[in-house]
């Protein structure tokens, strides 16, 4: 995944390894525009950047399980313990 | 942090409510079961009231408390022998087979509508997101669990884990990749 250098154009197996580093912002300019020039022209990788995003959106509907009364309690005791009273 | 280092019952109360179910979540990353990762939780917060005297304050209360959670996780996951997953290295985030010689699609990914985003992130499919992660490689499993479900930055995870910069954001693709390729099918499946 590190940049290409790209003295030509970007095909799509080259362009979905970029994929992260154009979200995180970590492309050089060149290679910004290349990547977007490619996607503009790319039905395939422009709905495989929106299937990216997709995922990373739904990722982040994922709760994790809420803290049970016990363990809560337990923590408070151990709290107490610790500090002696 | 002040009320915690003078003995605030509510300042810890309150710690353990916004990071405990979150720091299971990671745990659960290098150990092999549930117990087990409560377990480390809890001598974490032991670590974290023991150290908070000596807590520098370099990096966010948060950060630091996943740190000491990741180590100790690490370390107990190696004990426990669990297998790890073996890293499948550079293959690739799609199948090679997809594309033509030239690098192009050739079986290009089908689109994904709204409602089909919407039921992937519903309830029952939910669970199956959840089984998705399990499938992970624990590097790619913990840089994903606490990028993108605990919204944690890029610089909070390498502190976190104690990786640099490229190597979470190559763990990051890994992971975001598969995960995606495994919700293809899903899709596809339905």
Known sequence: ?85 | MRRLRAGDESAFAELVNAYHPSMVRLAQTFVPSRAVAEEVVQDTWLAVLKGIDNFEGRSSLKTWIFHILANRARSTGAREQRTVPVDPGDEGSVDRRRFDEGGTWSDPPAHWSDQIIEKLSSGPLLAQVQAALFELPEGQRAVVTLRDLDGLSSKEVCDVLGISEANQRVLLHRGRSRIRAIFEDEVAKR
């Open chain 1, 1 to 85: 995944m590190k940049l290409l250098s790209l003295r030509h154009d970007i095909v799509c197996r080259e362009a979905v390894e970029l994929v992260t580093d154009y979200l995180e912002g970590k492309l050089s300019r060149r290679d910004t525009r290349a990547f977007e020039a490619h996607l503009g022209a790319c039905d395939g990788c422009e709905e495989y950047l929106r299937q990216i995003k997709a995922t990373i959106e739904i990722l982040g509907r994922v709760q994790p399980e809420d803290l049970a009364p016990e363990t809560r309690q337990g923590l408070m005791e151990l709290y107490r313990e610790f500090r002696g009273n």
